[in-house]
């Protein structure tokens, strides 16, 4: 629903004067007055001899309008800048975020930047201030309220000189904002319109506004509609949505569709209502940029996948024949005197900015008069050669490197993985210029810590991940984007209960709750974080007085649980490795009599076979091992005893291989709080302990919990009774085999149902 300022006709009175925010009166820039005679112009256009140096216009950069004494343009992060035709230098244009930066129209040297306003909530688009320049005479910037009033208030489209073309969404209008002299005045271009804007390609008196499916044409001078031109429907879903562009010349109106999946050049003599339609080609999504000049269409293919590729090239309206001028160009403007200013490569020049104008002989031709600097690599296309990545092994590494291979190094990378079945993805950009993605085998890639979502940042699970890349080569040729599959694998870890390779906790609390709190290790932080989504928030769980992580016991490649219930019987829960909500099966019973240990510890595989085994001491202080059997019906071989005195331990950490031999490790605490490391031995047995230190009676839990910083070494975790959590990172070193603690929140704090955390494990 719109709001109510559309529902009702706000009358328009000319003559409103818009907010100045300047010193002195506004006068009517210098370019926009009387323009200067066409051959003082074309000699201060091509002033300089040897073509402009504008290296800041490769890869990615971008023209936004050409006037009499130089050319807008923006780079590919975003600056704006004007460049001089006389001297080659550049001015950055100044903007905040919301800023939009626009010409003032072919030939003008008029520069606007308007904040556009996009509230929270709000129903349209609009813009709030703009900030006129004359790029010419180098004046302070005068500045512009369009919101300070109903009557001025919408949405800056495009400016002729001094002419703002303003589309009113909320109220359906058009309108035209004249800032020369010292009060400015609005007019409203006919009535009410359906969907209005005002389209880019404009001439000094002329422009066309969009109404839906129509294009209207406007005389600037009187406001009037001098003509009508109907465009054929967009084709409907699945087909590719595409752009329709509108092309203005003082001869000829034009607009592209698409008609039987074909680009088609519609085109009309202006006050004539025969309209002729031209296929363009090609048959698929690809974006064009050109425009009319005289009685030629300059235009060539910018994105997409097209084959073969359209070069950029003049079509001539009145007998079809055609003039190669560019071997691609990805933007084309509209310049001063029946000139076209174009972004583009050549075999013979390079990438650079070149003129296009009308010879003697009624021909056009492409002149270039400002190079990017780069290396000639000639106009031969991209082509992707191969390399992609099929398998990426994340096993104890911070980060894996994907890389492609082109036909050349020189260009620019965007890479989006996208999980299967899944919105998980992950997107960047790789720049080479900027010293990193160019490898020594000649492949384009970086080095991806394993990671999906930018915006909340969690570790990649485990399977199926599809990837597409699109190369963007800085001569300026086409882009070309390929796409294919890899798979994401890592070896079950003890602590990884969703299959995505970072360590999991799972927490209790006092009223049965059970949380799974999943992790990621921050590099800019160098922390262990939990995820904002990881809690599953499972009732019941106060039935049982242990409930332990046993690593993968039972052979589905994800850890499990086993617990004890208060009659002693010891029940196994199998991790299903899903991401969703419930991570285990339904329990299956181990056996009765478990009451009698006093520490139960799994996770370390002890025996060397690969599974995850169990220890336990009993109130005589005898040590018990369970090997596993990888059945879920009996996970267990019968116990058998490795050692006795242990009951001067009130705690036992399974914690993986720490110190780099090949069997599981085992950390016990005395009642005197001091730490003891016992080395596995791989037979079911232990190396004689040696002391790690005191005060670790501050923890109500030690936990085992895996590879939490990615270093491939298994890392210790402590939660203190009043919920103060810590990591200790592993080092590999038996004598020293924890590095100093750091802080961490996962498992801190309170449970998914409001309670206080009582267990973690």
Do not use: C
Request: proline share 5%; aromatic share 8%; charged share 20%.
């Amino acid at each position: 629903m719109r709001n109510a300022l559309s529902r009702r006709r706000v009358p328009m009175s000319v003559g409103v004067v818009l907010a100045v925010v300047a010193s002195g009166p506004f006068l009517v820039p210098a370019t926009a007055a009387a323009a200067p005679a066409p051959a003082a112009v074309a000699q201060q256009a091509r002033a300089a001899t040897a073509p402009l140096k504008v290296p800041f216009l490769t890869s990615g950069g971008e023209l936004v309008s050409a006037g009499r004494t130089g050319f807008l343009s923006e780079d590919a992060d975003g600056t704006a800048r004007w460049t001089r035709y006389a001297d080659g230098v550049s001015k950055v244009i100044e903007r905040r975020e919301g800023d939009h930066v626009l010409g003032g129209g072919a030939g003008s040297d008029i520069v606007v930047v308007a904040h556009e306003v996009n509230e929270a909530g709000a129903e349209e688009f609009y813009t709030s201030t703009v900030k006129v320049f004359d790029m010419a005479s180098g004046a302070a910037p005068v500045t512009l309220d369009l919101n300070a009033s109903q009557e001025t208030h919408g949405f800056l489209d495009a400016a002729v000189g001094s002419t703002l073309l303003v589309t009113d969404h909320a109220r359906q209008k058009l309108k035209l904002i004249d800032i020369s002299g010292g009060r400015p005045t609005v007019r409203l271009v006919g009535d009410s319109y359906y969907e209005p804007h005002w389209m880019p390609d404009t001439l000094s008196d002329t422009a066309v506004a969009r109404n839906y499916d129509e294009d209207l044409v406007i005389d600037l001078k009187t406001g009037q509609r001098v003509g009508t031109y109907q465009l054929a429907p967009e084709p409907a879903w699945p087909k590719p949505y595409v752009p329709r562009s509108s092309f203005l010349s003082p001869t000829h109106v034009g607009w592209t569709e698409r008609t039987d999946d074909k680009l088609v050049l519609a085109t009309a003599v202006r006050g004539q209502d025969e309209v002729v339609r031209t296929p363009l080609g090609p048959d698929d999504s690809t974006t064009i940029t050109g425009g009319l000049l005289g009685d030629w269409f300059l235009w060539g293919a910018s994105t997409g996948n097209a084959t073969p590729w359209h070069a950029f090239s003049a079509r001539s309206l009145k007998d079809g024949s055609t003039v190669k001028l560019l071997d691609h160009a990805t933007h084309a403007v509209k310049g001063p005197d029946g000139t076209f200013l174009v972004l583009g490569t050549t075999a013979a020049h390079g990438a650079g900015v070149y003129r296009v104008a009308v010879g003697a002989d009624g021909r056009p031709s492409a002149e270039l008069i400002a190079s990017t600097g780069e290396p000639n690599d000639g106009a031969t296309p991209l082509a992707y050669v191969g390399g992609a990545p099929v398998t990426v092994d994340l096993d104890g590494v911070a980060k894996a490197r994907l890389s492609w291979k082109f036909s050349t190094t020189r260009a620019d990378l965007t890479v989006e993985l996208r999980r299967k079945g899944s919105w998980e993805r992950f997107e960047t950009v790789v720049r080479p210029a900027s010293g990193s993605g160019a490898h020594p085998d000649g492949s384009l890639g970086f080095d991806w810590a394993g990671e999906v979502e930018q915006w909340a940042p969690r570790p990649a699970p485990n399977g199926a991940y599809e990837w597409t890349v699109t190369a963007r080569p800085w001569n300026g040729m086409p882009s070309v984007t390929t796409s294919g599959t890899l798979t994401v694998t890592r070896s079950p870890k003890a602590h990884d209960f969703d299959d995505d390779g970072a360590p999991d906790l799972v927490a209790r609390d006092g009223n049965g709750y059970l949380d799974q709190i999943g992790t990621r290790w921050d590099d800019a932080t160098g922390r262990l974080v939990p995820l904002d989504n990881s809690t599953s928030g499972l009732r019941g769980w106060n039935i049982y007085d242990r409930v332990e992580a046993a690593g993968d016991i039972a052979g589905t490649n994800a850890a499990d649980l086993v617990t004890r219930d208060r009659d002693g019987v010891l029940w196994l829960h199998r991790g299903t490795g899903s991401q969703n909500r419930v991570g285990y099966e339904s329990r299956v019973r181990i056996g009765g009599g478990w009451n009698t240990y006093t520490e139960l510890a799994g996770g370390s595989d002890l025996t060397g076979d690969g599974r995850a085994d169990l220890v336990a001491t009993d109130r005589a202080g005898e040590l018990w091992l369970y090997r596993a059997t990888g059945s879920t019906t009996a996970p267990f071989e019968a116990r058998r005893r490795i050692g006795h005195g242990w009951g001067i331990y009130n705690q036992l950490t399974a914690v993986g291989n720490v110190a780099g031999a090949p069997a599981g490790d085992l950390v016990a605490r005395d009642k005197a709080g001091v730490l003891w490391l016992y080395l596995g031995r791989g037979d079911g047995s232990y190396a004689p302990r040696t002391r790690i230190g005191g005060g670790w009676n501050a923890y109500a839990d030690v936990v085992g919990i895996g590879d939490g910083n990615k270093d491939g070494r298994p890392d210790l975790y402590g939660r203190t009774a009043a919920g103060a959590a810590y990591f200790y990172a592993g080092t590999g070193d038996w004598k020293t085999p924890f590095k100093t603690r750091t802080t961490t929140e996962a498992g801190a704090g309170e449970s998914w149902g409001g309670n206080p955390v009582q267990q973690v494990s």
